[in-house]
């Protein structure tokens, strides 16, 4: 097989929530570049409305903004999606949020606020989307979901995100259990566990801790797009067609080796 189609996603249908900025914007573009139909989900419509329209002029982009940290947005997020599709080639459940405080102050808002859309949204989700999944699926090329889980829910850092841990723990556990469930259906799941990408969220960190993280990986530097690039289409594609049930670390070793 030539590695143009190994890594193919042209003619697939994908979705990719928290799609308008970050990891999920890296993901879209690549998807998109590369042949892919690409729905993309983010809570600020402008954003969303801006970066669909951005990416429309390279292939098929779709804005459909939506709050997934709340049920019925779910809900309509699935209802606008079966509107327009018969069937989902691969999602990716990328939205996320963070909240750091000391533990004496951590408030319950920022656990609720970041279990709900970074764990409970997953499931739901997916759950949501199952039947389009399945009509994907056949016996030569699975349905995938690729959840974005995090390094800091495989190791302890110094930061005092505990819902952020917590929960990114919790995505890369739960890709496990799905990932034994929907296999029977013909569904892949498996999670990117990504080290430090510039991003809103890296963009908090203060300079020195920074400069930390990157002094204490081997490869000496943060993420790059191509990067998650190219394990997002790897997941996605026929390359990743024995792979069920992993949580790639995709970090320069940060986590592995620190």
Request: aromatic fraction near 6%; proline fraction near 3%.
């Amino acid at each position: 097989m030539k590695i143009e189609d190994l890594f193919s996603v042209r003619g697939k249908v994908a979705l990719v929530t928290g799609g308008s900025r970050g990891l999920g914007e890296m993901i879209a573009r690549a998807y998109v570049e590369n042949g892919a139909k690409v729905y993309i989900t983010a809570r600020r419509a402008d954003a969303c409305d801006a970066l669909a329209k951005e990416l429309s002029i390279l292939g098929a982009c779709v804005s459909i903004p939506a709050d997934l940290s709340r049920m019925d947005e779910i809900d309509r997020l699935s209802a606008e999606l079966r509107k327009r599709e018969k069937s989902l080639d691969i999602l990716v459940n990328n939205a996320g949020a963070s909240w750091g405080a000391r533990f004496e102050e951590f408030p319950e808002s920022g656990w609720d606020k970041v279990m709900n859309l970074n764990v409970k949204s997953v499931f739901f989700l997916t759950q949501r989307l199952l039947d389009l999944l399945q009509a994907a699926a056949s016996e030569d090329a699975w349905s995938r979901v690729i959840n974005i889980g995090s390094i800091e829910g495989i190791r302890t850092s110094h930061q005092e995100a505990y819902s952020y841990a917590a929960s990114k723990a919790g995505v890369n556990h739960l890709t496990r259990i799905m990932a034994k469930f929907l296999a029977p259906q013909r569904i892949a799941v498996n999670a990117i566990a990504p080290g430090y990408f510039p991003s809103k969220m890296t963009a908090a960190m203060e300079e020195e801790n920074t400069q930390a993280v990157i002094d204490g990986a081997p490869m000496k530097r943060m993420g790059r797009p191509e990067d998650i690039a190219g394990i997002a289409l790897y997941l996605a594609s026929k390359a990743s067609g024995f792979v069920c049930g992993a949580v790639i670390p995709v970090d320069g070793g940060l986590a592995t080796t620190a």
